[in-house]
């Protein structure tokens, strides 16, 4: 397995309170994605990086916001966590563009619940 | 937009029995891949299809990529414990916007 840490893995809060989501690689992967974990979903994208400073929005995005100034660290953060945020939440790292040229990684996982 | 359907939702076999799940996309995709999920794990990239019509195997596992490549599945042959957990196909539209699009996993029980 690819080098991604998440933390923290498990995280109760309280509605309204700012949360920030850290991942770590040691890959030297490009490109970084942030999906939440929900059962009958699946998993979703949120936002990812295509490069430091470079982030996009995935299809679950309103609600959280990212950052990416090295390579290797890839933030998520929730600025005013809602009970409909309590998920599992995944980082993950690939060589191209949205695994068009070959698969995803994936960390550990950081399981959020808000309250 | 572009949806991946994937079913079925939970499926239970007796050990030794076969499985198959499958994957239909709303639209074209230029690749398909395959993950699994072990129970408290995170997923772990299987298999990529790229061809139409392509058929690949990973000594029991089967993994074929529609003509249409709107669709693929995943069998199974023989089932052991060991392939407990959930299955996941994540397809890319052909667009050049495309992004990998997760379907909603199919999660296998098996019965020793």
């Known amino acids: 397995d690819a080098g991604i840490t998440q933390s923290p893995r498990h995280k109760v809060t309280e509605t309204g309170t700012p949360v920030t989501l850290r991942c770590h690689q040691t890959?030297?992967?490009?490109?970084m994605y942030w999906y939440r974990q929900d059962p009958g979903h699946g998993l979703r994208l949120i936002h990812y990086?295509?490069?430091?400073?470079?982030?996009d929005k995935g299809e679950v995005s309103d609600g959280y916001s990212v950052s990416r100034s090295k390579t290797e660290d890839f933030l998520l953060t929730l600025e005013s966590a809602t009970s409909s945020q309590t998920s599992v939440y995944f980082c993950?790292?690939?060589?191209?563009?949205?695994?068009?040229?070959?698969?995803?990684?994936f960390g550990e996982g950081s399981r959020l619940t808000v309250l | 937009g572009q949806q991946v359907m994937q079913i079925p939702q939970y499926q239970h076999v007796q050990e030794g029995e076969d499985f198959t799940t499958y994957c239909n996309s709303s639209?074209?995709?230029?690749?398909i891949q395959w993950y699994k999920q072990r129970p408290g794990g995170h997923p772990v990239f299987l298999i990529q299809?790229?061809?139409?019509?392509e058929v690949k195997k990973q000594k029991r596992l089967t993994f074929q990529f529609g003509e249409a490549k709107k669709n693929s599945s995943l069998h199974i042959t023989a089932t052991q414990t060991t392939d407990v957990g959930t299955y996941f196909c994540?397809?890319?539209?052909?667009?050049?916007?495309?992004?990998?699009?997760f379907g909603q996993g199919t999660t296998l029980q098996v019965k020793p």
């Open positions: 890959e030297n992967h490009r490109y």
């Open positions: 994540a397809g890319i539209g052909s667009s050049n916007t495309g992004k990998l699009i």
């Open positions: 993950a790292t690939g060589t191209g563009l949205h695994a068009n040229t070959g698969e995803l990684f």
């Open positions: 299809l790229v061809k139409s019509g």
């Open positions: 639209t074209t995709l230029s690749n």
């Open positions: 990086s295509y490069g430091v400073k470079d982030t």
